[in-house]
């Protein structure tokens, strides 16, 4: 059965400060990884997507993760932190079509 | 707008009443999936349609869950005999392909109280 586990529930930083959202995985095969952002009041959108074509992933408003099989793990990371970052953030993991979610971060930007 | 509709967007109602919510997919999408969060958790699937076809129920459907996608266009989800533990946000989602690669674009979702 595929799982996720995000550590920090909520994460606070500066802005201009690097962005460093935690997240890894189990999966009895090679899995599809994603990261969504949520938004108040609004639905989850897609920043970026593993499927096994490079590693390092390249995403929406700057963000980037790194799938790392050796640890099993998939983090987010966004060189400086900008005040329309604060959102919510899920991980998620897919191995045939319904995604497994994380229990999410809370990212707060302080000016 | 092109995006999932989901209607309504918010739903008060009485324990031990029935409820139906409605997605409507973007078109073209042959899978339709329904999500369930509750706050401060992350979204935890409950099914999915792949065209008019339901192929995939998890263990939190219960048998007052029904959901159905009549002509692989819509779908509606129904909660009969709601309880309080219903209350949540139900977010659909749709996608173009098969395989578990394909990037769900979700609606705005529903959120129901039950008092």
């Known amino acids: 059965a595929q799982s996720v586990t995000q550590l920090g529930s909520h994460v606070s930083v500066s802005e201009g400060a690097l962005v460093l959202l935690r997240c890894n995985y189990s999966?009895?095969?090679?899995?599809?990884l994603f990261w969504y952002v949520q938004y108040p009041n609004q639905g989850l959108q897609l920043l970026l997507k593993y499927t096994s074509a490079a590693t390092l992933v390249k995403g929406i408003n700057g963000f980037e993760a790194e799938f790392k099989k050796s640890e099993t793990s998939f983090h987010l990371t966004k060189p400086s932190a900008h005040m329309s970052d604060a959102a919510e953030y899920f991980c998620?993991?897919?191995?045939?079509?319904?995604?497994?979610f994380g229990s999410g971060t809370r990212l707060q930007v302080q000016p | 707008d092109t995006g999932v509709s989901q209607d309504p967007r918010h739903k008060i109602t009485k324990r031990g009443q029935n409820v139906t919510f409605r997605c409507d997919p973007i078109?073209?999408?042959?899978?339709l999936y329904w999500y369930r969060q509750t706050l401060g958790q992350g979204p935890e699937f409950l099914t999915y349609f792949q065209n008019e076809a339901q192929l995939e129920k998890s263990r939190l459907l219960s048998d007052r869950f029904s959901a159905e996608r009549p002509k692989g266009s819509f779908s509606t989800l129904e909660i009969q005999r709601t309880e309080q533990g219903d209350s949540a946000m139900y977010l659909c989602a749709s996608s173009v392909g098969a395989g578990g690669v394909e990037t769900q674009y979700f609606g705005p979702g529903t959120r129901l109280l039950v008092l």
């Open positions: 078109s073209e999408h042959n899978r």
């Open positions: 999966s009895s095969v090679p899995p599809y």
């Open positions: 998620a993991v897919s191995e045939t079509g319904a995604l497994t």
